[in-house]
Every structure is written in structure tokens, then in C-alpha cells.
């Protein structure tokens, strides 16, 4: 029996914002990630690191410049995150800059350790981590606490954007020891050992990644560690091998350097320490302790960042369905809470982009972004932002403007405050050109508008700023040929080739920079982009209905059985992956595969022959394209099947690499029956909601008043209720049999974002 839903969606203004009940950062499962996937589709396209979410049981403020993480592996390597559910070595407390739930690498970061006894000269990192058991971990947004038994220390750490508090308690009356030590793998980093003031200043440079990988970035991590004032120091120390130490009472920039403080400690003494972080100097890290870490008070501290958690979280409120349903979803909330990330120091100065070494101002008040991994999260991780937290969303974007003006490109893809151009497309375009759709003020539309214009009309004046990752790649064949062709490998790119992907991934950041030009009153430009726009029929192979590579003579592949095959010319998928990637021009696709029964027969395959891939990115829009072939009820039946079997409350409870919470953002707007298939428009896709009711509060923007937008799921029917609450639909009652909006019936499958 197919049973089904009623489905309110009630959108009213709110003065006040209400609390749920149940805390939501208590929902949280921050080790959801940390282990290989256990999902149902584990491994069925990746293999290795994308059978992992790459995620970090982190604290931190949202969006906060650190992600202060408990470390099991000591390495700034790529595709190695800082922590693995897998192993059993505690290494430390580090200052993480990772790109959460991505296959990249880390910069600039420290790791911070207890240690029961005195120091010893040579050991490594290895040989100083402590065992641990899961058992006694504790990992929230706001607090993390974790027992090391054969040290006898607990560990126990909260944080704010910059700085974190660290708390030991030894458990027997000796001497003790915390080593500080960065995660350089290039040698690079320097330490200062400053007991007159009870402090060890370190730095750690950062070097680039893709384009120019290896070269300097032209600024560094920098990081001040703080004790007590009361602590009895024994020794101070600091080391670059075996063989290399000194306990002069300073010793400064000694290469590829830890340090380490010997103190004495009775049993069950509580120790804390202070740790700052800047990307701009020693100084700024110290400021930013001193703004953000007054004093040494854990709990207070603790008790500061649950508060900013607790109002983070409850910016959607869910209400019934499963308990774990609400841990998956706020954990969800959580994974879609590190990035971007905030690049600033508490007083607004920051590194300049793209390397110059020039330190750079923020207007009072404001804060300046890095970490954009756009491939992923224009889809999803955007859109959300645009809703619940719009005015970092501004700032996010002026951000985006600020590195255009200081590079004199808009970006491709803007992570460790460098150009990259890591992935295809130009969906910083995308990004901007959704904000801009959806009413977002507060940053310089205009001038964003020019930037992303010379994205889409120009290319590089000289050779080594394209190398150097300035510019769409392969713009000059694409506006040639209306496609990329196979005879454009694509050199200077870190992702070579994939020219069909690139085709179609153009053409739709072709239409979102043309509603940005409508919007500006550019028609003439607007005009050019949207038949641009058009350029994904140029490969779609139209004898197979697939994606397919096309030479510069216009012909195409033979061979049919390439849509179901990974291909060189296709980015981390098959063609039949890429195919529905025409989120702007749904009705073309099926007009070119035949009308809108083939098309919806070919869709359906994608789930009944199992070529579905909800692990990476480029299939995230298929599910809710069923409603465009005018059968709902199969975007609600496979909306909700994902949302049970690709998502689950396990360290292994992700499908696949969460990208910077792309992945987890999908969950959200899953949960709460939505999704933006197309971002840059005002329009989202309907499906039926997990939760019986979910409130959106909406907070003030601009001109507009704080509202409150609320989902309520009832049952149909009796025989559809869940009979342990007849009010409330049955658990298996996925189907909509009905939809009003503010007590209006709707007729469509979608709502828009003025509704």
C-alpha cells in the first residue's frame, strides 16, 4: 500500500525565535565520517579515499577560523585528514585548517600534547601518542574530552574561532609535559620558547596546492601557546632532531622545530593552556587570545561556545520522526557548519590573496572568508546559507569580490588563499549569482559582476597567470567550438581532459552569470550568455540521448556503451551521470531525448539498474528531476530512500567524501522536503519531509524582517497515521497526497524562494 502524506508549508513573520525542547548540539555525532562507509552504496563507484567522509570531530565556532580537532595522524599530506575512527594512537589536539570532508591537505597547523613524565630528546611523534579507546570519548561542536590510560591524563578541549582552551589533568604526582610541534612537511616551521612571559610562538608556513603546487603562499600558520602563571616549569626545550636541543630561555626560529615544557604537577592537578592562532603574524595570534581567551577559565569558555552552538542549531527546528533521524540531521547542521571559514584576525587584518604578503584591513565588524571548495558547494552548502545565515553569506561573497580585486581574477576555486583552479567549472559565478537572485545585500554586486564577467569573456594576458590558475580553463575552445573537444587536453589544469563535463558545467555557469547581468540591466551581455547557455546540447550525443565526447569536426564517440563507463572525458562519474547536468534547461534535455517519456523512462534507470551515485557530486540533482517528468512520487520515494541508506548515525555513516559539507547540506534540504536544483534561480523542488514539522527561522536581512518558515507533515488518512500518535503520518508514509502553502493549495512541485 503506497501511504501518504499532507504536507503544510506555512511561512510567517517572527519577532521572536523559538527553542526547541531537546538541545540539538546534544544530537550531534561528530564522529559521523571518520570511518570507511557503510552505507548501501559503499564502494560501488570509489574506492579508498572516496569511500570515506574525511570529516573531523572538531570543536569550533561555526565557520570559525580553527577546527581545534583531537589528531591520530601527523601529516599535512593530501587526502590524509587529521583524525581516522580507525585508529587507536592519540597524537594531540591540533589546529586543523583542513578542508572538511575533502581529499586535499592541510596548512599551517600545530598539534598540541600531554604528556606523563618528562620530555624525551629524539622521540617522535609516534612514540609520544598514547592509546585510546572510543569508550571514553566525549565529542560535541562545543567540548571535546577524551582518557588516556596509560599517561593517566583525561584531555579536554573547547575553543572559540581563534583560540581554544586545553585542559589536562595528570593522574599522578610527577613531572609532566606538553610538547608543541608542528604539521610541516616541507621542514619549514620555526618555534620560540619565551618563559618570561610563559609562552611558545611558533610558525608554520604554508605552501600552495594544484596550481603552483609546493610554492610558497606567501603567508603562514602562526600560533601562541599560554600557560599558568603558576605553573612550575622544570624544563623548557625545544627540538628539530634527536640530536638538536637547547633549554636556552629563548631560543628563536629554529628549523622544522616542536618545543616542549616540563612542569610538576600533583595528582589530579587541572592544568590549562591558552592557544591562539593568525595567519598573519605572531602578534595577531597573541591579540586574538587576549580578544577571544581572556583568561583561563575552561568552563566559561565552554560554556560561551555551547551557547553560540545552541543558537547555531536552532536555526531549523525539527520536531517527531526518529531520534535517529534528529542525530543525523543535526549532525548534518554541524558538517554544514566548518566552511567557508573566517581568515581574519579578530581585529580584521588578514594575509592579501594569492600571495603578495601584504597584510590587508577588514571594515570594522567584519570578517573575511577563505576555504571555498565551489565544486561542491554551490549546490547545496550555498543555497542553505543563503537562508539561515545571510549576512555571513554576504560577507562570503565580499570576500570572493576582495580576492578578485587583489588577484585580478575571480577565483575557480579559492581554498589556503590561493588560486587553484583544483576542479572544473567556474561556480564562484554560481555562488555570487545566487545570492544575487535571492535578495542578498550587504556586498558589491557590481563590482563582483565585472570579475565575473572577465571570467566568462577573457582569458589570461600572459602564459603564467593561467598557469598560475587565473581564468576559466579552456575558455578560448569553448567560445570557439561551443564545446570543449577531445583535441583539448586541457594541460594547464590539475583536472586535464574531462572536456564534456567542462561543456556542461560552462553552460550553466553561462546562465547564472546572465540573470546577475539581468539583474544589473546588462541585457546585451545577459542575451549572449543565455545562448551560451544553450552550449550542453552540444554534448549530448542526440542518436544516444547521452553525454558523450565530440571532436573538434563535430563528430562524436561511437561507442554507446561509454555512458556507462567512467570516461577520461568526464569528471569523477560516467556520462550518464553528467547527462541530467543541465539543472537551467530540464525541458531541452527532454526535447533532445525524444519527449517527456523517454526521458522519464531514462531517468528511472539511473535508480533501477543501480547507476545512481550518491557519493559525489555530480548526481545530487537527479533524484528530484523526477518531478520534472511529472512523476513526484518517485523524487519522494528516491529522496527518501537516500536519505535512510546513504546517511547514517555511524563514524561510517557517509557514502562518500562530505566536500566541505555538500553532502551534508543534501541531507538537510532532504529532510526538510526541498532542494535547489537549480542555484542562481529562486525555485526549489518539492519531496516529502522526514520530520512531521520543521521550522526555518529566518533571520533579519537588510530591509527584511526575521520570519519563520514551517513544515507540517500530517497524515492523509487513519490507516495512514502512525499508530503510536495518530496525528502524525506512519513511518513508511512517503507519498504526498497533498500540498498547501499558507492555506493555499499547490499545484506544482516546487515553491520559490519568496515563498
Not at 587526502?79 to 596548512?107: E, K, M
Not at 563535463?501 to 546577475?516: G, H, I, K, M, P
Not at 546540447?537 to 565530440?550: C, E, K, L
Request: proline share 7%; net charge negative; hydrophobic share 40%.
Amino acid at each position: 500500500m503506497k501511504r501518504s502524506a499532507i504536507i503544510t508549508l506555512i511561512a510567517i513573520l517572527a519577532a521572536l525565535i523559538a527553542r526547541p525542547d531537546e538541545l540539538p548540539r546534544l544530537l550531534v555525532n561528530p564522529l559521523i565520517g571518520t570511518a570507511p562507509a557503510v552505507t548501501r552504496t559503499a564502494g560501488m563507484f570509489g574506492k579508498k579515499t572516496e569511500e570515506f567522509g574525511q570529516t573531523l570531530p572538531a570543536v569550533l565556532q561555526p565557520h570559525g577560523m580553527n577546527f581545534w580537532t583531537p589528531q591520530t595522524r601527523a601529516t599535512e599530506l593530501k587526502c590524509v585528514a587529521p583524525y581516522y575512527y580507525v585508529d587507536s594512537l592519540f597524537h594531540g589536539f591540533r589546529n586543523s585548517h583542513w578542508i572538511v570532508g575533502g581529499c586535499t591537505q592541510d596548512f599551517g597547523s600545530f598539534t598540541v600534547t600531554p604528556l606523563a613524565g618528562p620530555f624525551i630528546p629524539g622521540s617522535t611523534v609516534e612514540s609520544r601518542a598514547s592509546r585510546f579507546s572510543h569508550d571514553s570519548e566525549i565529542s560535541r561542536p562545543d567540548y571535546y574530552s577524551v582518557l588516556l590510560p596509560d599517561a593517566g591524563i583525561r584531555a579536554e578541549l573547547t575553543g572559540t574561532s581563534r583560540t581554544a582552551l586545553m585542559r589536562f589533568t595528570f593522574g599522578t604526582d610527577s613531572v609532566a609535559t606538553v610538547v608543541l610541534f608542528p604539521n610541516s612537511d616541507e621542514a619549514q616551521a620555526t618555534v620560540t620558547i619565551d618563559r618570561a612571559n610563559r609562552r611558545i610562538i611558533a610558525s608554520n608556513p604554508v605552501h600552495r596546492i594544484y596550481q603552483g603546487k609546493g610554492q610558497p603562499a606567501g603567508f603562514s600558520g602562526h600560533i601562541v601557546l599560554q600557560w599558568q602563571d603558576d605553573l612550575e616549569i622544570v624544563v623548557a626545550l625545544t627540538f628539530a632532531a634527536p640530536d638538536s636541543v637547547s633549554s636556552s630561555p629563548v631560543i628563536k626560529d629554529l628549523p622544522d622545530a616542536g618545543a616542549a615544557i616540563s612542569f610538576r604537577v600533583p595528582a589530579s592537578r587541572t592544568v590549562t593552556f591558552r592557544v591562539a592562532s593568525s595567519f598573519t603574524s605572531s602578534e595577531g595570534a597573541m591579540a586574538n587570545m587576549l580578544a577571544e581567551a581572556p583568561d583561563f577559565d575552561f568552563d566559561a569558555a565552554q560554556s560561551r561556545l555551547a551557547a553560540i552552538w545552541d543558537r547555531h542549531l536552532s536555526s531549523i527546528e525539527v520536531e517527531g520522526g526518529s531520534l535517529s533521524d534528529r542525530r543525523k540531521f543535526y549532525s548534518a547542521l554541524y558538517r554544514a557548519s566548518f566552511l567557508p571559514q573566517v581568515f581574519s584576525d579578530a581585529d580584521g587584518s588578514y594575509p592579501a590573496f594569492a600571495g603578495s604578503g601584504e597584510i590587508m584591513q577588514m571594515p570594522s565588524g567584519l570578517d573575511y572568508y577563505d576555504g571555498f571548495s565551489t565544486w561542491d558547494t554551490y549546490r547545496a552548502l550555498h543555497p542553505l546559507l543563503a537562508i539561515i545565515d545571510p549576512d555571513r553569506t554576504a560577507a562570503m561573497m565580499q570576500s570572493l569580490v576582495l580576492k578578485a580585486r587583489q588577484g585580478g581574477w575571480l577565483p575557480i576555486f579559492p581554498c589556503w588563499n590561493s588560486y587553484t583552479a583544483a576542479m572544473i567549472g567556474d561556480h564562484c559565478t554560481v555562488l555570487m549569482a545566487d545570492a544575487a537572485v535571492k535578495g542578498i545585500t550587504g556586498w558589491d554586486i557590481p563590482e563582483a559582476y565585472t570579475f565575473m564577467r572577465r571570467n566568462a569573456f577573457e582569458s589570461p594576458a600572459t602564459r603564467e597567470e593561467y598557469i598560475n590558475g587565473m581564468g576559466r580553463r579552456a575558455l578560448p575552445s569553448y567560445l570557439r567550438y561551443g564545446f570543449i573537444p577531445l583535441e583539448d587536453s586541457v594541460p594547464d589544469a590539475y583536472h586535464r581532459r574531462e572536456q564534456v563535463s567542462r561543456t556542461l558545467e560552462y553552460a550553466f555557469d553561462d546562465f547564472a552569470l546572465a540573470q546577475v547581468a539581468r539583474i544589473l540591466g546588462e541585457d546585451v551581455d545577459a542575451d549572449t550568455l543565455l545562448r551560451r547557455s544553450g552550449s550542453w546540447r552540444n554534448v549530448i550525443d542526440p542518436s544516444t540521448g547521452y553525454a558523450q565526447g565530440r571532436h573538434a569536426d563535430g563528430s562524436f564517440l561511437s561507442d554507446p556503451s561509454d555512458a556507462f563507463s567512467f570516461a577520461k572525458f568526464i569528471t569523477e562519474g560516467a556520462p550518464c551521470h553528467y547527462t541530467w547536468y543541465v539543472p537551467h534547461d530540464q525541458p531541452g534535455l527532454m526535447e533532445l531525448m525524444g519527449g517527456r517519456e523517454m526521458y522519464a523512462e531514462r531517468l528511472d534507470s539511473m535508480f533501477t539498474f543501480g547507476r545512481y551515485w550518491h557519493g559525489n557530486e555530480p548526481c545530487h540533482q537527479i533524484p528530484w528531476l523526477h518531478n520534472r517528468a511529472l512523476r513526484p512520487w518517485l523524487t519522494q520515494r528516491y529522496v527518501r530512500e537516500i536519505l535512510d541508506t546513504e546517511y547514517l548515525d555511524h563514524p561510517g555513516g557517509l557514502s562518500g567524501n562530505d566536500d566541505a559539507g555538500q553532502m551534508s547540506a543534501w541531507f538537510i534540504f532532504g529532510a526538510l522536503g526541498l532542494y535547489p536544483v537549480a542555484p542562481a534561480t529562486p525555485y526549489y523542488d518539492l519531496s516529502t519531509p522526514l520530520f512531521p514539522r520543521v521550522t526555518v527561522n529566518i533571520p533579519a536581512h537588510g530591509d527584511r524582517p526575521a520570519s519563520r518558515f514551517t513544515v507540517i507533515c500530517l497524515p492523509a488518512s487513519p490507516a495512514d497515521a502512525d499508530p503510536d500518535d495518530p496525528t502524525l503520518p506512519a513511518p513508511d508514509a512517503i507519498y504526498i497526497s497533498s500540498a498547501t502553502l499558507n492555506g493555499t493549495p499547490i499545484d506544482r512541485s516546487y515553491i520559490t524562494h519568496t515563498d
